[in-house]
């Protein structure tokens, strides 16, 4: 094998990791969202030990292609499409990390349950959760259109999140302070993995273009 067929095979496998890295992502934010209205103790200390597992396949995709530029020297398109694997699975571990922080913040709660809130919670999340699905999606097929039209969920996801906070401090009292505070933590939460839902999007269409758009 050719110089130029190990770097594709190489190059195949670090986008296979990055594509298998998101899925499980994804999987951890709908199931720490899940977990807010289960409130299942046992369920969510397994899924904040998992999250060592996304954070080595982040570790595994930079040094993998830290080696691919180091041994190929790839310039031009080839250089670009692995600055931006590094870039995305950064932004993927940081959904990792903030679907802990949900985690976390459920488990500081008390056990009654703030219907409204929590459904407005759910609400955010599936835009969010549609988001980053069509990110990875948008990943794998290096669909540019598909990837700029994240950016118009994620003003869906801000209005939802405007009006949650407006809500919910609305009808605080001292007596559910502190439930209010989690529940304030974990809306910002789920505004934040949008938010990074658009990066993905946006080292998307750079990866395809060669161009830097904002998005948001």
């Given at each position: 094998?050719?110089?130029?067929?190990?770097?594709?095979?190489?190059?195949?496998?670090?986008?296979?990791?990055?594509?298998?890295m998101g899925?499980?992502?994804?999987?951890?934010?709908?199931?720490?969202?899940?977990?807010?209205?289960?409130?299942?103790?046992?369920?969510?200390?397994?899924?904040?030990?998992?999250?060592?597992?996304?954070?080595?396949?982040?570790?595994?995709?930079?040094?993998?292609?830290?080696?691919?530029?180091?041994?190929?020297?790839?310039?031009?398109?080839?250089?670009?499409?692995?600055?931006?694997?590094?870039?995305?699975?950064?932004?993927?571990?940081?959904?990792?990390?903030?679907?802990?922080?949900?985690?976390?913040?459920?488990?500081?709660?008390?056990?009654?349950?703030?219907?409204?809130?929590?459904?407005?919670?759910?609400?955010?999340?599936?835009?969010?959760?549609?988001?980053?699905?069509?990110?990875?999606?948008?990943?794998?097929?290096?669909?540019?259109?598909?990837?700029?039209?994240?950016?118009?969920?994620?003003?869906?996801?801000?209005?939802?999140?405007?009006?949650?906070?407006?809500?919910l401090f609305t009808l605080?009292?001292?007596?559910?302070?502190?439930?209010?505070?989690?529940?304030?933590?974990?809306?910002?939460?789920?505004?934040?993995?949008?938010?990074?839902?658009?990066?993905?999007?946006?080292?998307?269409?750079?990866?395809?273009?060669?161009?830097?758009?904002?998005?948001?």
């Amino acid at each position: 094998m050719g110089v130029r067929g190990s770097y594709e095979q190489e190059l195949s496998q670090l986008k296979q990791d990055l594509f298998s890295m998101g899925e499980q992502v994804i999987e951890a934010f709908s199931t720490s969202i899940e977990l807010i209205k289960t409130q299942d103790r046992l369920k969510m200390e397994q899924l904040i030990a998992d999250d060592a597992k996304i954070n080595q396949i982040e570790l595994k995709i930079h040094d993998d292609a830290t080696m691919m530029i180091a041994r190929q020297q790839p310039v031009a398109t080839d250089l670009r499409t692995t600055i931006v694997a590094l870039k995305i699975s950064s932004d993927l571990e940081r959904v990792g990390d903030l679907a802990v922080d949900i985690l976390k913040a459920a488990k500081r709660m008390e056990e009654k349950k703030n219907e409204d809130e929590i459904n407005a919670i759910l609400e955010m999340a599936e835009v969010a959760q549609t988001m980053l699905k069509e990110a990875v999606i948008a990943y794998q097929e290096r669909d540019m259109m598909r990837a700029q039209k994240i950016a118009t969920l994620d003003d869906t996801v801000d209005k939802k999140y405007r009006l949650y906070i407006q809500s919910l401090f609305t009808l605080t009292d001292e007596t559910n302070a502190e439930q209010t505070t989690q529940l304030a933590f974990i809306g910002r939460y789920v505004e934040r993995i949008a938010d990074y839902a658009t990066n993905l999007a946006e080292w998307i269409v750079y990866e395809t273009s060669g161009k830097h758009f904002d998005l948001n």
